[in-house]
């Protein structure tokens, strides 16, 4: 009774993993190519196109986890896809547009509710734990893609991660001061929800 048990959660879990894998590697195809898309000279805008902003580099790092379940890539998406990428799904910045607004707007959503639900069901569904490492692995890639995108827009004049000033719209940044401050906040508010995350 034992032995057939036990056969059968093993082929469910290799299931599963096979399922994980496919979502990341279609995860991983459809973000390189809504990339591509942006790229192209008739949607090309260096102040947008580039895959600086936060929510680009989090799709890439939800395909790993996916696909690899790596300890740090899982971290990211969870740490990154319950919060940075939540504020922008509560607070959508659907302003520019590669012309073709329908599309602009469900890849926006889609790629959004993606990376969101990705690391609900890596953590709570097949039970992998944040732990302080993947903290501090996290914040630290959060800091360090923010001085990258920080760089770009100094060049360029761009807004990558809305670093450089506040978005048009109205954001929850905006009950957090003017910039540069609400960076401050923003960075302070982070440290600690995801400590509490992983608490």
């Known amino acids: 009774v034992v032995l057939p048990r036990l056969v059968r959660r093993a082929r469910d879990q290799r299931l599963v993993e096979r399922w994980m894998s496919v979502a990341g590697w279609a995860l991983l195809v459809i973000t390189v190519l809504?990339?591509?898309?942006?790229?192209?000279?008739?949607?090309?805008?260096?102040?947008?196109?580039?895959?600086?902003?936060?929510?680009?580099?989090?799709?890439?790092?939800?395909?790993?986890?996916?696909?690899?379940?790596?300890?740090?890539?899982i971290a990211v998406s969870y740490f990154w896809g319950l919060t940075l990428n939540l504020q922008s799904m509560l607070t959508p910045d659907l302003?520019?547009?590669?012309?073709?607004?329908?599309?602009?707007?469900?890849?926006?959503?889609?790629?959004?509710?993606?990376?969101?639900?990705?690391?609900?069901?890596?953590?709570?569904?097949?039970?992998?734990?944040?732990t302080w490492f993947g903290y501090g692995t996290a914040f630290a890639l959060a800091v360090g893609w923010a001085g990258l995108a920080l760089v770009a827009n100094g060049a360029i004049g761009a807004n990558y991660g809305y670093l450089s000033y506040a978005p048009e719209g109205p954001t929850l940044l905006d009950v957090l001061g003017p910039w540069p401050i609400y960076i401050l906040w923003e960075a302070v508010l982070v440290a600690s929800v995801w400590a509490l995350m992983t608490w």
């Open 34 to 73: 809504w990339t591509v898309w942006g790229m192209l000279p008739h949607n090309y805008d260096v102040l947008e196109s580039l895959p600086l902003h936060f929510s680009d580099a989090l799709r890439v790092i939800t395909a790993v986890a996916l696909i690899r379940r790596s300890g740090w890539a």
């Open 95 to 130: 302003t520019y547009a590669f012309g073709v607004p329908w599309l602009d707007s469900a890849m926006y959503w889609i790629l959004h509710i993606t990376v969101m639900v990705a690391p609900v069901v890596l953590v709570w569904g097949l039970g992998y734990r944040p």
